[in-house]
């Protein structure tokens, strides 16, 4: 079990610029989750995936949001267009079995700055 | 509808103190409750989680937490304080009611003097 890993674990960009995060879950687990944490705030839960498919994707931020899972394994993490506003952490988790009462498994984050 | 409240976003205590962390929650149907840690520079990780079968919960690292159904609480508390214990603790919720996509407090900071 070698945990949630996510790449890059910290990024700068200039506003405007479109910017990709990956996540790679734990190999047995068939769900994976995106939040966002903001400073002093608990993580906002973004989409999931149970497998391939997108279970849950109306709590994305905006349209500039988006996110895939084309094989059941990783996923990512897209913001186009980014803007000061989307500068966070975004955490990805991933978990197995019933989705009731579920524990998910959290990575380390990748740390989004926009200039 | 579910929600949950931490109250007090920094805790102090002293090395060896009691250590009680705040949770209320709001839910229409029976909830699953989770209390997390989350180092610096660290993704969050499970401390204990409530799911009905025991309202007394026992976690990692000597912590526990009770479900108080009549309070809507979920208090977390460890009886010694170990400078290890410096963190941010996240409450969170799920339940029917929110799809069992959990809703997270907004952290409390425990500082642990020497």
């Known amino acids: 079990d070698t945990g949630v890993s996510q790449n890059p674990r910290h990024k700068i960009t200039k506003r405007g610029q479109n910017v990709t995060f990956r996540c790679d879950p734990i190999s047995e687990h068939n769900r994976l989750y995106w939040y966002r944490q903001t400073l002093g705030q608990g993580p906002e839960f973004l989409t999931y995936f149970q497998n391939e498919a997108q279970l849950e994707k109306s709590r994305l931020l905006s349209d500039r949001f988006s996110a895939e899972r084309p094989k059941g394994s990783f996923s990512t993490l897209e913001i186009q267009r980014t803007e000061q506003g989307d500068s966070a952490m975004y955490l990805c988790?991933?978990?197995?079995?019933?989705?009731?009462?579920?524990?998910?498994?959290f990575g380390p984050g990748t740390r989004l700055t926009v200039l | 509808a579910q929600s949950v409240t931490q109250l007090g976003s920094h805790v102090s205590v002293s090395e060896g103190a009691l250590v009680l962390l705040r949770c209320n929650y709001s839910?229409?149907?029976?909830?699953?409750l989770f209390w997390y840690v989350q180092y610096p520079n660290q993704g969050l990780q499970l401390l204990l989680k409530?799911?009905?079968?025991?309202?007394l919960v026992k976690g990692i690292n000597g912590f526990e937490a009770e479900f108080k159904k009549s309070e809507t609480s979920f208090h977390l508390t460890k009886p010694s304080a170990h400078m290890s214990d410096a963190a941010e603790y996240f409450c969170a919720v799920s339940s029917s009611g929110g799809s069992y996509i959990p809703t997270f407090g907004r952290g409390t900071s425990l500082i642990v003097h020497p």
């Open positions: 988790a991933s978990s197995y079995g019933d989705l009731e009462g579920d524990t998910q498994y």
């Open positions: 839910s229409s149907v029976p909830p699953y």
């Open positions: 409530y799911t009905s079968a025991a309202t």
